[in-house]
């Protein structure tokens, strides 16, 4: 059976396909335009909810086929496709059978014809009112406090749905509540609503609206059954007694009473409010009692309230008490006394009724009279009330608070610090008066300066705190109620140790010292405490060369006739006992120089100049000898060799000859002497020791290596050499 539908739906389908392609040829083969396309709505474009509305697609096409060529009718609401057809008719139509908000909409249409595209304008179709809601309840029979639930629904309208329902009370025109819900996902709504203790005969309105485009459109309101409202307890009732004028002293009677129903399983919470405090209360009953001896304080008004969950009803009434007697009045001479003084209290009633006093204080009778007189003392003080009474009437006056003012003892001054004070740390000052009566004001003057001023509330000592820089001194002041003048202490003296801050090493006079003057280093301080450990260092050394302890701020070093051995970089370091061993304050470093004196210098530049001159005297000397003895050389060796064992006396005289000589020919002979015997190289022979013994001068030992050099040079000369060197020296003269 299944395979014989595929089998037709395929035939179908093939036919269909051979219409498509035969209308595809004819319309290659045949022109087609399409002159116009627009809509129709019928009866009109605006519907009453509910009515019947017909939406027509109209085409005008042109063809030059004998044939109506087929078309596609595509139709839109709010740009959303709905219906969708083929055609070769001229018009089209879409029927929509009791139309709703939701039908009402921007329509258009448009046609497909091979490859051309056609659509119409829009058109704006409005369904006016939602169709009428329909209105349910739950029950139609409530009792006050129970709740009715109200149904509300549009079954032929599509969500969302907006409904508004209220709360009528029959033959009361005006709503008595109103709410509103709207319902996103359905057509219809369930609300609760609370039946109040004045409801009787209630029904409900429902309306339903909904959004259509930018209009609102609601529905006619529908009316609910109605209501009836049963009391589940009645209205409270008072019941005063006794009746008539209550005069104080009187029994006083209240009673709130109620009636419940049958159907009631629990009873109501009954309250009787006095000026809005409650009085007395019942939670098992129908009635909530007060009694109590009237009094004038009982006046007022007095208030039932009958509470339960959801409701509540309330009743009032005023109660007046007649005053038997008024209140009694206390009164003092002075409510601030000093100690020893006369303490007066009496006690009186306007009219003077025959009642009986008592005086209190703190509840403890002290006299059972109208009047109290006493010599005060600290004990006295407290509040004072006066009582008065007719039978069972007991009434109290008003309290009178007596201070009475012990003197302060003398005030003792004392600070806590069980060591040395320290410049910059704080120390609390304590100023106490043991005995007097609190609260006390102290003042602390510091150096004759108030410091500060304190109250305390009771005889502990007051303490205050300070940071003393120097040595100073405290007092302090107390005063309290007592009329004597401000008690004062003694003088506290504290002594303030500061420590040592800065150091700083000088020297006097100058750092260039003279060699032979004193050397005086001075290490100061600050205003410090004495005593004061000074150490004196020289720079890179561990231990200290000097050491002092003084009370003084500055200590010295002295050092007579300074040497060079004294130059040098000096620091010294400074302490007393509040200076921590770890943190021994450090001065700069001081650099001295020793220098020679200027009569030291004079006398050893004198010295070092006449050794200059005597080593050039000398020098010159020999020079001048080498000098002769170069030029009596040449002479002797031209000469036959002379013996071994010549006379001094000779040689002196060959000297002296040769140094009458003219100085430019000794010294022409000695520079060309000097060359070719530097060249010759020949062994040393006797001839030559005998010719350098002749100088006779024991200097002449300095300058051995010089001399025996030039002799050995002259010994080793040639003989043909030296006669040209005579030949060209005699020829120099002879042209000088």
Known sequence: MQLGWVQGGKMWLGVLLTLLLCS???????????????????????????????????????????????????????????????????????????????????????????????????????????????????????????????????????????????????????????????????????????????????FFQCQASIISGTHVENSTIVR????????????????????????????????????????????????????????????????????????????????????????????????????????????????????????????SIPGAPPVNFTIQKEGVIVSQAQNFTKKASKWDSGAYTCIAGIGKVVKKSNTVQITVCEMLSKPQIFYDSGSEVIKGQAIKVSCQSENGTSPISYRLLKANNILETRIVASNEPAVFKDNPTNDTEYQC?????????????????????????????????????????DIVLRCSVNNASGPITYKFYREKEVRPFHQNVSSETKAFWFKTQASKEHEGQYYCTASNRANSAKNVPQSNILTVRVFLAPWKKGLIAVVVIGVIIAILVLGARCYFLKKAKAKQMPVEMSRP????????????????????????????????????????????????????????????GLRTKGTETVYSEIRKADPDLMGNRHSRTEGSLAGT
């Open 224 to 347: 609910s059954d109605l209501v009836t409202v049963r009391e589940s307890f009645s209205n409270p009732k008072f019941h005063i007694s006794p009746e008539g004028v209550i005069t104080e002293g009187d029994e006083l009677q209240i009673r709130c009473t109620i009636q419940v129903t049958h159907k009631v399983q629990v009873f109501p919470e009954i309250i009787i409010q006095k000026d809005k405090v409650i009085v007395a209360h019942s939670q098992h009953d129908n009635q909530a009692n007060y009694s109590v001896m009237a009094m004038t304080e009982h006046n007022g008004n007095y208030t039932c309230k009958v509470e339960t969950r959801r409701i509540a009803k309330v009743s009032s009434i005023v109660v007046n008490i007649t005053e038997l007697f008024s209140k009694p009045k206390l009164e003092s001479s002075a409510t601030s006394l000093d100690q020893d003084e006369r303490l007066n209290l009496w006690c």
């Open 641 to 700: 060799a002379v013996p071994l064992l010549t006379s001094n006396n000779e040689k002196m005289s060959n000297f002296n000859t040769e140094a009458n000589s003219p100085y430019g020919y000794d010294e022409d002979i000695g520079n060309h002497a000097m060359k070719p015997m530097n060249e010759n190289k020949e062994p040393m022979t006797l001839e030559y020791t005998e010719v350098e013994v002749t100088s006779c001068e024991p200097h002449e």
């Open 24 to 202: 595809s040829l004819e319309g290659q083969e045949n022109s087609f335009t399409i002159n116009s396309i627009r809509m129709a709505f019928l009866p009109r474009q605006e519907v009453q909810n509910g009515d019947n509305l017909t939406l027509q697609c109209i085409v005008d096409i042109s063809t030059t086929s004998h044939a109506k060529p087929q078309y596609q009718l595509l139709f839109y609401k709010d740009d959303t496709l709905f219906h969708n057809v083929s055609s070769t008719e001229s018009t089209e139509s879409y029927f929509i059978a009791q139309a709703r908000v939701y039908n009402a909409g921007i329509y258009k249409c448009t046609v497909l014809l091979n490859n051309k595209e056609r659509t119409t304008s829009e058109y704006k179709v409005l369904v006016k009112r939602v169709s009428t809601p329909i209105v349910t309840l739950d029950k139609k029979e409530a009792i006050e406090g129970g709740v009715v639930r109200v149904h509300c629904s549009v079954p032929e309208e599509k969500a969302p749905v907006h409904f508004t329902i209220e709360k009528f009370e029959l033959d009361i025109k005006d709503f008595k509540q109103k709410r509103e819900k709207t319902s996103p996902n359905q057509n219809f709504v369930t609300l609760e609503f609370t039946v109040e203790e004045q409801d009787r005969v209630i």
């Open 477 to 517: 002041f107390v005063k309290n109620c007592h009329s004597h003048t401000e008690m004062e202490s003694k003088h506290l003296k504290v002594k303030v140790i500061a420590p040592v801050e800065n150091v700083t090493l000088s020297i006097l006079q100058n750092k260039m010292v003279e060699s032979g003057n």
